[in-house]
T-cell receptor, first 113, second 111 residues
Framework: DTGVSQNPRHKITKRGQNVTFRCDPI?????LYWYRQTLGQGPEFLTY????????KSRLLSDRFSAERPKGSFSTLEIQRTEQGDSAMYLC???????????FGSGTRLTVV | GESVGLHLPTLSVQEGDNSIINCAYS??????FIWYKQESGKGPQFIID?????DKRQGQRVTVLLNKTVKHLSLQIAATQPGDSAVYFC??????????FGAGTRLTVKP
């Protein structure tokens, strides 16, 4: 197992375009989380899944954001009609469940120009 | 609303000295805490965790202290090394919900 894998590592897109990121969690982890991190700040929670069910969404997750985790394995995070304010590092993490530390991926850095 | 934060944004120590990084949390119902280390260009890396029924937990060169009375968490790093230079985050959760992170402290280790 190579840990949590995120693709792509970097994405530059023009404002108004749609982007999709992928996260492959550690295989035996049933929980998967998406966070957003801007420079100099801690990660901000976006949403999380337990298996294929999306259990919580932050108010940060506007209508332009959607996340899926089909079959409870990998997850995708899509941002529609990107805005410059969406520029950030998008981090994915997985865990085995209650009160277990997260394992984070290396993130996808999004730049909207 | 409730938040997690850190006392100091930066900390500079001499190689070989001990480091103490502090964190204040405001949600008295938080029952699980984690310290993470984040190096430039990488995701946060788990260091050590502690549950609210404990006051202290030790790992390799690291110790986490939890004071629930004043809602304070600290990370102690013994014999700090250059490889310890990074941003350190505390995070908390309540009732098996998602982790909430503070803003981080940048630790710089001087040779």
């Amino acid at each position: 197992d190579t840990g949590v894998s995120q693709n792509p590592r970097h994405k530059i897109t023009k404002r108004g375009q749609n982007v999709t990121f992928r996260c492959d969690p550690i295989s035996e982890h049933n929980r998967l989380y998406w966070y957003r991190q801007t420079l100099g700040q801690g990660p901000e929670f976006l949403t999380y899944f337990q298996n294929e069910a999306q259990l919580e969404k932050s108010r940060l997750l506007s209508d332009r954001f959607s996340a899926e985790r089909p079959k409870g394995s990998f997850s995708t995070l899509e941002i529609q009609r990107t805005e410059q304010g969406d520029s950030a590092m998008y981090l994915c993490a997985s865990s085995r469940g209650q009160h277990n530390g997260y394992t984070f991926g290396s993130g996808t850095r999004l730049t909207v120009v | 609303g409730e938040s997690v934060g850190l006392h100091l944004p930066t900390l500079s120590v001499q190689e070989g000295d001990n480091s103490i990084i502090n964190c204040a949390y405001s949600n008295s119902a938080s029952d699980y805490f984690i310290w993470y280390k984040q190096e430039s260009g990488k995701g946060p890396q788990f260091i050590i965790d502690i549950r609210s029924n404990m006051d202290k937990r030790q790992g390799q060169r690291v110790t986490v202290l939890l004071n629930k009375t004043v809602k304070h968490l600290s990370l102690q790093i013994a014999a700090t090394q250059p490889g310890d230079s990074a941003v350190y985050f505390c995070a908390e959760s309540q009732d098996n919900n998602d982790m909430r992170f503070g803003a981080g402290t940048r630790l710089t280790v001087k040779p």
